[in-house]
Nanobody, 123 residues
């Protein structure tokens, strides 16, 4: 099994910054893609940013130029630096990891989610 533990959410005024971090642990052979998603009340969960093991990055248009995703492959961590926050960024943010695991002679992949961390941006 794999666990993802997030930290760094909180309450901030519009224009402020927050940094989210996520650490993966467990029976990990390798981690392929990692990313951050968010879900506001009444809305679907949406992709915010993703990063591959090779460093290829993708952002949703609404956060481009404000958010920066990074990862440390050696530590199995991913972070999201969020600057110039807006009230519409308010949501629960979830870490996601596409993990390869080995059990005996079998190799398999599964996606895991963190428990979520609340980000609230006041106007």
């Amino acid at each position: 099994q794999v666990q993802l533990v997030e930290s760094g959410g909180g309450l901030v005024q519009a224009g402020g910054s927050l940094r989210l971090s996520c650490a993966a642990s467990g029976s990990i052979f390798s981690i392929n893609g990692m990313g951050w998603y968010r879900q506001a009340p009444g809305n679907r969960r949406e992709l915010v940013a993703t990063i591959t093991s090779g460093g290829s990055i993708n952002y949703v248009d609404s956060v481009k130029g404000r958010f920066t995703i990074s990862r440390d492959n050696a530590k199995n961590t991913v972070s999201l630096q969020m600057n110039s926050l807006k009230p519409e960024d308010t949501a629960v943010y979830y870490c996601n990891a596409d993990v390869t695991m080995i059990s005996g002679s079998y190799r398999y992949r599964a996606a895991y989610w963190g428990q979520g961390t609340q980000v609230t941006v006041s106007s």
